[in-house]
Every structure is written in C-alpha cells, then in structure tokens.
C-alpha cells in the first residue's frame, strides 16, 4: 500500500486519523480523556476494518499523533490535499472506503465524550463532522442515512 505514495504523502496519509480526532475532538475547545481513550480502542481494532488503507494509516501508538494544535484552517487545507491525492492516486472505491471510515473515526470521537442516556455528539461536533465531509468530498447527510457507519463503528466493539 505504502509504495502507491511518494513519502510525503504517506506520512499525511499517517497524521489524518490523528487530524480528524483533533478536528473532531477539539471542536469544543478540548479533547478529552474519554476521546482519547476511544481512540485507542479504535487503534486496537484496526485490523478489523475493511478498509486496507485505513488500517495501514491507523498508529500503532494513538498518543503520538494527538499532540497538533487544533488548527482549523491548517486542517482544512490538509483534509483537501488528502481529497484530492486519493483521487489521483488510489483506487476511486478504496478511496472512498477510506474516506467513510475518517467520517466514522469523527462519529466515535463525537460519540465518547457524551453522558448516558444523552445524545452524545455535541453542536459543534456535528458540524465539525459536516465540515470534515464536505473538505473529503463525502456528503456526510446521505451517510447517516444508511447504516455505514454503524456497520464500520461496530468492529470496534
């Protein structure tokens, strides 16, 4: 997989889950131990994904790429840079895969800092998940209407 990329691209290949957890995470000014953690458990399951390039891309150590500033614009021209190297060099259905599985990382980041019996995605966190879609070309409504999210999500219990 890693052959596809020159180095450049594979090490931003590298940072997005990372980028997406503090997009996603930070959106309401904090990433919190409950978000950390679920990004771990994410990491953990990583060979249960059915996107090869997203379990190629997920660290083994989830700290390490936890530490970026949040940076909104930065992470803006990252996410479309990311666009638009899966779409000139990766296959367009993998690309895809890889795209819906940083949607559904951005759903269990949004997910885990919530209260039971609470809805746990916060205002800003969805539309941080909007913004995330819309820089990756993924029409994040039409997702949520079917169950693939929930059918990535569910690899990680």
């Known amino acids: 997989m890693e ?3 020159n180095q450049n691209e ?3 290949l590298k940072s997005t889950p990372g980028i997406v957890v503090n997009f996603i995470g930070k959106a309401d000014e904090k990433l919190d131990k409950k978000e950390i953690e679920a990004f771990a458990k994410l990491c953990k399951a990583k060979n249960r994904f059915k996107s090869d ?3 190629a891309v997920l660290p083994d150590n989830p700290n390490e790429y936890l530490n970026e500033p949040y940076n909104p614009a930065k992470n803006a021209d990252i996410f479309r840079e ?5 779409d000139l060099k990766f296959d ?12 559904a990382l951005g759903v269990h980041i949004a997910n885990a800092s919530g209260k039971l019996f609470q809805h746990t995605i916060s205002d800003v966190e969805d539309e941080a ?4 879609g819309r820089m990756i070309d993924v029409d994040v409504a039409q997702l949520f209407r079917t169950t693939l ?3 990535i999500l569910k690899n990680v219990e």
């Open 82 to 86: 990311l666009d638009a190297l899966l």
């Open 129 to 132: 998940l909007y913004k995330l």
């Open 149 to 151: 999210v929930d059918d």
């Open 10 to 12: 594979w090490e931003l």
């Open 3 to 5: 052959e596809i990329f």
């Open 53 to 55: 390039l997203f379990k």
């Open 92 to 103: 367009p259905v993998d690309g895809r895969m890889f795209k819906h599985h940083l949607i």
